[in-house]
């Protein structure tokens, strides 16, 4: 019975993460940092193990005042430390990389703190794993992902104003967490795992609700920034809009060229989307190392939308760029994706002579209108 305890106290608080996960609309967290976040949560557990053990047993502060006060801030410390180190990196690019790097590594810490409560237990743990991954685990989640909200706004602020952010973000997940144990530790009765789940369920409702805020002002920064400085057409930054939309947008797609050429554009769409973030952020960014940080990805980022863009193939491209007609003469439609096309494939080059496409076909013979057929006399 107890190997049930393990899988439920491991399954569910994955699946809560990758819930999040999912809530990612232009993927700008990567899963390799995600992941790291999600260990380091695991390795943050231990850490406060063994210091709240040496509070303890060095008679430093009380069991109850351990569980009450110091276990919340210092657990909240070493759930941040991951934090700290990504927040100045290039794929931390807004709270709401934040809310979800956060959020893995509270999910980790919980994981291993639900592996030493089951081993505790004298019986199987089954009824103590569901309590804790409807609630405590939650919050552990939802605290550390609060933590990576303030850290991510802290991102476009000066030094002084970056310090005082991150500060009020662990001061807030601090709270959180010795709110929710001064209530579990002292109400008693069936109603305690209620206002348990209550607050649990409120912490991870709050960031969901976060990185939806956060994903319609990335939205917003992609409508402004996106455009032909990044070889980007009209009728693909439309489409780029509408990602939320993506599967309706890309129906005709799927039932003209199939579900993997749909896959396809649909990752094509989303790096150009990523491309109009990263324009903005820095804009935005006022620290010299992270701005090179964020170049350097954009180039990178560039060569994979040529790469993506080749994959998918001229003749998918054009249709994409049609789903949404512009509101541009045919002519001038047909030259832009010319344009994009001779761009994407010569990068390197000075690029195609606008004013010598138009010579070119300015040049060809006008077709002459067919003369109408004469029309017959009118019967008798």
Known sequence: MRIISLLIATAIPLIFLYIVYTLDLYKTGTFRYILTCFVAGGAAFVAAYFFNRMLYTNHFVSRDNIIRFSAPIAEEVFKALI??????????????????YGFAAGIGFAIFENYQYIFDS??????????????TNLIHASASGMV????????????SG?????VFGLLLAMTLHSFFNNLVSRVSGGSVLI?????????????AYAIKRGLAEEKTWI???????????????KVVHRLEDIDTVLAPLVERFGDDKAAQIEQF???????????????KLTDDRMRSGVEKQMGELRVEMDKARRAVGSYAMLYLRNIFPADASPLWNR?????????????????PNLWATLDKRAAKPATPPATPPATPPAAG
Do not use: C, H
């Not at 199987?124 to 991954?133: M, Y």
């Not at 970056?162 to 991150?166: A, D, G, I, P, Q």
């Not at 402004?224 to 693909?236: H, I, N, Q």
């Not at 769409?269 to 804009?283: D, H, N, P, S, V």
């Open 223 to 237: 409508e402004e920034k996106l455009g032909a400085a990044d070889r980007v057409t009209t009728g693909e930054a």
């Open 335 to 351: 030259l832009e994706s010319a344009i994009q096309e001779k761009a994407a494939a010569r990068p390197a080059s000075g690029g």
């Open 148 to 159: 990576g909200i303030a850290f991510g706004l802290s991102r476009f602020k000066r030094f």
């Open 195 to 207: 206002f348990a789940i209550v607050i649990g369920f409120g912490g991870a409702a709050f960031i």
């Open 122 to 135: 004298s019986n199987a743990g089954i009824g103590l794993a569901i309590g804790r991954v409807i609630s």
């Open 162 to 166: 970056r310090v005082l952010l991150m």
């Open 269 to 283: 769409l989303t790096m150009q989307a990523r491309l109009g973030i990263l324009r903005k952020t820095l804009e």
């Open 83 to 100: 934090l700290i180190y990504l927040v100045r990196r290039p794929n931390f690019t807004y709270f709401v990389d934040g809310a979800i």
